[in-house]
């Protein structure tokens, strides 16, 4: 799963909580985006999960669930990312609730479709910040440490750089990316044109973008081939 993942420049994240017409999911689908991942901090359910995945499921694209409750887990996607909040003040969110779920339901989990990310939690007014307790006021050498510890010690693919919701600091997640040698680095928050969307690309491997899908859709898609024309 993680050389499919390590091919996607540009990813659409949708949130189950959050209406889209079949219209807006349409030209999302067949934008030329490399994949969907469905996901959200909050409101996500089974059902809603469900109706999201089975809609998305029409189109030749991938399609994947970031696992943010257990009780929205669905089998039927490509693949399931299991966030580890690298700074969060709550050990839960590092591994505790992935011990009670291995605990819960480890004879069902497909493991080869499971791929663990390190995420590191920026945005101190963002739901996900609020959620974990995250210590969002970090250096720039602080990212990286928490980036290499994950990549280093942890052994994780994936290093997810999340700002939710507002445009981080391209230099800081630059340098992240410079210092890791083998995950591959996920930026995600506030890309709300197509300009954020090329500066995010220039310094990480995977863009994802989300709220302005919800908001202003025409530029959402535009971000589609600034991300790829992106050297």
Known sequence: MIDMIKQWRHVFKL?????ITDEALDLICMSGTDAIIVGGSSGITYDNTVDLMSRVRR??????LEVSDLEAVVPGFDGYLIPMVLNATDSKWMIGHHQQAI??????????????EGYIVLNAD???ARMTGADTELTTDAAVAYAQ????????????????????????????????????LIYGGGIDSPEKAGQAA???DT???????????????????AVKQSV
């Open 15 to 19: 949130d189950p909580d959050r209406e």
């Open 126 to 128: 963002s739901t996900v």
């Open 207 to 225: 863009v994802v973008v989300g709220n302005i899908v919800y908001s202003a859709l025409h530029k959402a898609l535009e971000t589609v081939q």
């Open 59 to 64: 189109y030749e694209l991938a399609c994947v």
């Open 149 to 184: 510890a994950a990549e280093r010690l942890l052994n994780l693919p994936i290093v997810y750089m999340e700002y939710s919701g507002t445009f981080g600091d391209m230099e800081l997640v630059g340098e992240t990316h410079r210092q890791l040698t083998k995950a591959h």
């Open 103 to 116: 605990e819960r339901y480890g004879y069902l989990i497909p493991w080869d479709l499971l791929i663990a």
């Open 202 to 204: 220039q310094v990480a």
